[in-house]
């Protein structure tokens, strides 16, 4: 079980990142928003269907029989840090925000949840990969 524990944790970020932007964002809020132009519904559409593809191939990765597991893992982990990871700059870009006028999304410490899991699943991807490249190196 320890030996897994990586793959297990990059397994729940493969998860997280199927399921957590199509709960967020599949709604009026984001998607089917009225001040959403056909265009940025387009592109979101278009993100959240890459997240729901690549997040099986990574479970897939991860946990097929392969002579390269560290690829295998890599791979795995980049999926979901490439999905959370341009949160951070997407934010740096000028005239952007984590969250519309008059939308305030829930806050832990103050900090919008959408940043907080963003920020808490490439961790998991990012541990994930170390623990697995780790405890499978001392194998």
């Known amino acids: ?8 944790l990059l397994s729940l970020a493969a998860i997280i990142t ?13 998607i089917f928003s009225k001040q959403w132009s056909p265009h940025a519904r387009f592109h979101g559409v278009a993100a959240l269907c ?11 990765l991860l946990w097929r029989r ?30 952007t925000a984590f969250e519309d006028p008059g939308h305030h999304l829930p806050r ?15 961790l998991t991807a990012a541990t994930g990969w170390y623990l697995d490249r780790r405890l499978r190196v001392r194998d």
């Open 108 to 122: 832990v410490a103050g900090v919008p949840t959408n940043v907080l899991g963003a920020a808490a699943s490439v």
């Open 50 to 60: 890459m997240a729901l593809i690549l997040s099986p191939m990574s479970l897939w």
């Open 66 to 95: 392969t002579p390269d597991p560290d690829t295998a893992a890599t791979v795995a982990a980049l999926v979901p840090i490439s999905y959370w990871g341009p949160f951070f700059i997407a934010a740096a870009v000028p005239g």
């Open 18 to 30: 199927a399921v957590a932007p199509v709960l967020a964002d599949w709604n009026e809020s984001h």
């Open 1 to 8: 079980m320890q030996r897994n524990i990586g793959r297990l």
